[in-house]
């Protein structure tokens, strides 16, 4: 039988007082991401042993959709999105802060058909597949505008990156606006490129956006993460073969398909960043009016947002130069 053991006053008011001196663990940062060629140097980073999984929890989604939603319940800290979500979110009260740009697009997101649609014109009363409130919106939208085109002319899909090759191969849509690896699937079934955002340079970009409370909180962990994007991609430039190999397996690639991949890719440098996220004079900013000007249009925006407010240089301005 266990006695009882009666704790005096002074006693227990220093148990409370110890106890509650007693240090609270912080929890990672949380940071989603999801399969894209542009985001992989923030998994190259953790697997060199750069990014200290500690400060830095990589959480990995299937779908552009499933992270917006975790980033809106603060399941997540920080989030890899393209423009239009960040600005969706600045809309919505989200306070995002847009900490580095992480790629443009030059090739890796396109629209592609079935062998006999020949031309962009031929996709009148198709089936497009296209994931929701995604930058692939945009892209579909100026191709159908090259080809004289409206969405009324199309049938519209709306489907998750992650279904898209399934909808494909299974005679579900006529086309499909997706992105890499996805695009690089699709073309090994058959299917071809219309368009593709090399035809809008400058205009796909994906960025890595922080809570503006998270930033204010743990600004050496946000400095943390992106010295070690950056270290990352010095690896990649001096040790290419070494880092797709290491890279390639979370796509489902081959080394050599994933190369092919980042050349559709440019990754902005530590002193192009600077430039792009120092207002006014970003070059960021063009393109998100622009980009924004379509969403008002379309009903993705109800009402126009500040861009410039969503840039935020102060984690860059402090890295040190990476060696």
């Given amino acids: 039988m266990r006695s009882l053991v009666r704790v005096s006053g002074p006693l227990l008011s220093l148990l409370v007082l110890v106890s509650a001196c007693a240090p609270v663990e912080e929890q990672p940062l949380r940071v989603g991401t999801f399969l894209w060629p542009g985001s992989e140097p923030l998994f190259l980073a953790r697997d060199l042993g750069y990014l200290d999984d500690g400060s830095i929890r990589l959480v990995e989604y299937s779908s552009l959709g499933e992270v917006d939603r975790d980033f809106r319940n603060g399941r997540i800290d ?20 847009i900490v580095l740009v992480m790629d ?38 100026q191709a159908l505008a090259k080809a004289g085109l409206s969405p009324s002319d199309i049938e519209i899909r709306p489907l998750p990156s992650d279904q898209h090759e ?3 191969a299974s005679g579900q849509v006529d086309a499909v606006v997706t992105f890499e690896p ?8 058959g299917a071809h490129e219309l368009f593709d955002s090399s035809h809008l340079p400058g205009e796909l970009v994906d960025l890595l956006v922080v809570r503006e409370d998270v930033l204010e909180e743990s600004p050496e962990r946000v400095r943390h993460m ?31 398909e994933l190369a092919s991949m980042l050349e559709l890719l440019r990754h ?4 192009e960043n600077h430039a792009l996220l120092h207002p006014p004079s970003s070059p960021l900013l063009g393109p998100a009016h ?34």
């Fill in 104 to 141: 443009y697009s030059h090739g890796a997101d396109a629209l592609l058909a079935r062998p006999e649609v020949r031309r962009l014109e031929e996709l009148r009363g198709r089936r497009v597949a296209v994931e929701a409130r995604s930058v692939s919106t945009y892209l579909l939208g």
């Fill in 78 to 97: 920080a989030v890899s999105v393209t423009l239009d979500m960040a600005l969706q979110l600045q809309q919505q009260g989200f306070e995002p802060r």
């Fill in 182 to 189: 996805f695009v690089s699937r699709l073309r090994a079934r």
């Fill in 166 to 168: 399934h909808a494909y």
């Fill in 226 to 256: 992106l010295q070690a994007w950056f270290q990352a991609l010095r690896h990649l430039a001096e040790h290419p073969a070494d880092a797709v190999t290491r890279m390639s397996p979370r796509l489902d690639t081959s080394p050599e």
């Fill in 268 to 271: 902005p440098t530590l002193e």
């Fill in 290 to 323: 622009r980009l924004q000007g379509f969403m008002l249009e379309r009903g993705l925006l109800e009402e126009p947002v500040r861009p410039e407010r969503l840039l935020d240089v102060r984690s860059l301005e402090v890295l040190e130069e990476v060696r």
